[in-house]
């Protein structure tokens, strides 16, 4: 199939070299007539008329007169919509199966020379001996590339340039590559979960398909893991699959991940640059003509991700051009990602909306655990996953996270793995089983030792945070050489050594990757590379401090994990506290040993702070982080919880206070909230109720069955399979069966769509 492809483009090549000279060299240098530019034009809008019939579209005539009005051209609306209509008249009306193909896109007169020709070289080919045949092909094929490469970006070829992007699109996103799986990937449309994001109020969910329905332009920040860089993937994905068709304008994604950006003096030219190179990149060459007009037509989807991993000195500067650079193409779409902690409003005047991703909720992780069924080995499963994540409130939190979703049940397939209580254990035991692992199938032994391994990736992940180069998430292999050179020696190790540790590293940790055939490396996730910049700093508290103090964005995360490493966290915590308080609350969650003084007046400062402040979401977070500990102190925390409930006249506070119990994923919560359930003024506990999950479906189904419609609406909003249980055993009571029938049917209706999610990405 390829050898045709490329044989009929060499022919076309060789016959429009006929007919219109050497149009490659003409069109770059001379410009084209107006009546050329015309034509030009037409065909794209020809093109739209082709694409809304392939896809038994209704006809868009306003639509395609609203793009193509600002043109150079001269063509008025009303040409426009003639142009248009004609040709999907013409087109719907043709009965031909093979009306897509590539022949019925060529202009008449030149398909009879190409028949000929084909004919003429088709003979040749027959006739000529297999090394003959074999040298033909490859000449053909090369020659095939150079001319696609020429002609790439001519208008008359955009269709082709667009369905060449597709496919690389398609090949480069379809598997979610999980470097620290024994199963290295897995299907993107089998394994993402729609990730539901929060709208302007309190506990509106949403899913991201709506969101773009109702905003053009959005700021989507989210927890480091959440799921930011996934849903930009998924996006192309639909493109690739040809349903992104709830947007009116059906626009082309170009993802753009911010990390490279490396410029200093960045403009709106050098990100125009970036975008053609994207294209390049992806099998669209010379894209030039086609991104200046997608982006003045708004046909292009701007996906701008991480705009957290961009380094801080120049981050500011990024900003400022993506600013200008969206206020100069305002018809575009646009979603930038970044972390939560690290975006500050900055876009807040150029977009629609911002919005957060949210954490998994039980029927999420539910939803994603199913692509793992068939990796469950004997004695374990799903089911019993959740019932073990249950047990573990600090675990549960990570498992909200989609990254540290996907970490935990790989290792959980391993039957000799088993579920730690803390985040600090957790990511220890996961390194270590990474770093140790052999190649299985070939029976070869690690030739180097994990403890080497794991120095290795310290020290390269403190040089990417510490380094003067732009980017902190890719490393060039002259950079890692000359630091391991440095290093081995410390581990008895000859910097020979370094290309063999570093193989060791990427084929069987999948905690490095190699980019570009080997000039790039960069850790498997910023997370991962936190966690070993943590390690290595692990003996050297003062220096991490200094670290923080300069740069409280770059360093928090890896503070956090530190807190999780050291014997003693006290001072550490007592400086970040000067600096950042909510990050010193934070610390605590994760910190082994603190002063208990420092830790009450931490958490007492916290206390008023979630009793007075209006936005309380990620005071409530990390309070409940601490009260969800077992210890003393956790205790003494989730009893002043519990008594806000119980004695605080403030309504404010009781709603803060629900908030927070809800987040600490403790079973014993759940009736405590429910003491609440029916006061009015409460509403906001029935929510929490629902983002607990399957902890309250008990609960809620004993309310429901005291005739409560309330409740049996909360089972439909948690939507797991034991929630429909729940309702399915109210249809044993007469005065329930009307009542619960239909929102049975509603819950077995949504969890029937989501087993066939994959359908639709």
């Known amino acids: 199939m390829k050898q045709k492809y490329l044989l009929r483009l060499f022919i076309l090549t060789l016959s429009l070299s006929i007919f219109l000279g050497s149009v490659s060299s003409s069109y770059s240098q001379n410009p084209p007539s107006v009546l050329f530019k015309q034509q030009a034009l037409s065909q794209e809008i020809k093109g739209y008329a082709k694409r809304h019939v392939d896809n038994n579209e209704n006809m868009k005539t306003e639509l395609i007169k609203d793009l193509y009005e600002d043109n150079s051209v001269g063509l008025t609306k009303s040409q426009i919509g003639e142009i248009y209509e004609t040709e999907y008249t013409q087109l719907k009306q043709q009965k031909s199966a093979d009306n ?444 991490l401090i200094n670290k923080f103090k300069i740069d409280t964005v770059a360093w928090r995360e890896i503070v956090k994990l530190w807190c999780g490493l050291a014997t003693d966290s006290t001072n550490l915590i007592r400086e970040v506290y000067e600096k950042d308080p909510l990050a010193a609350l934070e610390c605590l969650a994760d910190a082994q040993v603190v002063d208990e003084t420092l830790a009450n007046k931490i958490i007492e400062y916290f206390k008023q702070q979630l009793l007075s402040q209006e936005d309380t979401d990620n005071i409530a977070k990390a309070l409940a982080a601490v009260a969800a500990d077992y210890r003393p102190r956790g205790k003494a925390l989730l009893q002043f919880l519990i008594d806000i409930m119980e004695k605080d006249d403030n309504l404010s506070h009781k709603q803060a206070a629900a908030k927070t119990l809800s987040y600490t994923n403790l079973p014993q919560v759940v009736e405590t909230l429910a003491t609440y359930y029916h006061q009015p003024h409460l509403l906001e506990v029935r929510q929490e109720l629902i983002r607990m999950g399957d902890l309250a479906v008990s609960t809620l189904e004993s309310i429901a069955m005291k005739d409560c419609e309330e409740a049996m609406d909360d089972l439909v909003a948690i939507g797991t399979h034991d929630a429909a249980d729940a309702l399915n055993k109210l249809l044993d009571y007469p005065q329930l069966e009307e009542k619960a029938a239909w929102r049975v049917a509603t819950v077995l209706d949504k969890l029937k769509e989501d087993e066939t999610i994959s359908d639709r990405f």
């Not at 490859?138 to 597709?166: A, V």
């Not at 894209?287 to 981050?315: H, Q």
């Not at 055939?517 to 850790?523: L, T």
């Open 100 to 543: 897509n193909s590539f022949w019925n896109q060529l202009p008449k007169d030149l398909s009879d020379w190409i028949v000929i020709v084909i004919g003429g070289m088709g003979w040749i080919y027959a006739a000529t001996s297999k090394v003959v045949n074999k040298w033909i092909t490859t000449i053909i094929e090369k020659i095939g590339d150079w001319s696609y490469k020429q002609l790439s970006g001519l208008p008359f070829f955009e269709d082709i340039n667009l369905k060449g992007y597709r496919k690389a699109l398609g090949k480069k996103y379809e598997k979610l590559n999980i470097s620290f799986s024994d199963n290295h990937s897995l299907e993107m449309r089998d394994v993402y979960v729609p990730l539901k994001v929060s709208g302007s109020k309190d506990y509106q969910l949403i899913e991201v398909e709506h969101a773009l329905n109702d905003y053009k332009r959005l700021v989507v920040k989210g927890a480091p893991g959440s799921g930011k860089s996934m849903l930009c993937r998924s996006l192309c994905i639909e493109y690739v699959d040809d349903k992104l068709k709830y947007l009116l304008e059906q626009p082309i994604p170009l993802l753009l991940e911010l990390h490279g950006l490396k410029e200093s003096n960045l403009t709106v030219e050098t990100l125009k640059k970036k975008l053609v190179e994207i294209c390049a990149l992806n099998d669209f060459p010379k894209a030039d003509n086609f991104i200046d007009n997608g982006l003045k037509k708004g046909r292009l989807f701007l996906l701008f991700d991480g705009l957290d991993e961009v380094k801080s000195e120049i981050r500011s500067s990024v900003i400022e051009v993506i600013k200008i650079f969206l206020d100069t193409y305002e018809k575009c779409r646009v979603i930038i990602t970044c972390r939560a902690a690290v975006y500050d409003n900055q876009f807040i005047n150029v977009v629609d909306q911002t919005l957060e991703i949210e954490e998994f909720r039980d029927r999420q992780i539910r939803d994603f655990l199913k692509a793992w069924e068939s990796q469950m080995p004997t004695g374990k499963s799903a089911e019993q996953l959740m019932e073990e994540l249950r047990k573990r409130p600090r675990i549960m939190e990570l498992a909200r996270n989609p990254l540290l979703l996907t970490m935990i049940t790989d290792l959980y397939t391993k039957t000799f793995f088993i579920l730690p209580h803390s985040r600090g254990d957790f990511y220890k035991q996961a390194t270590e089983i990474f770093l140790e692992r052999r190649d299985t199938e070939k029976n070869i032994a690690n030739d180097y030792e994990g403890k080497d391994k794991r120095r290795v990736l310290q020290s390269l992940a403190l040089y990417l945070y510490d380094s003067q180069q732009q980017d902190r998430r890719e490393i060039s292999y002259d950079s890692m050489r000359n630091k391991l050179n440095e290093v081995l020696p410390s581990l008895n190790l000859s910097p020979n050594d370094t290309n063999p540790i570093i193989k060791e590293i990427c084929d069987r940790s999948g905690l490095l990757l190699c980019l570009d055939g080997g000039e790039n490396y960069k850790f498997a996730h910023l997370t991962l590379q936190e966690y070993f910049a943590a390690e290595a700093l692990r003996e050297n508290e003062k220096d």
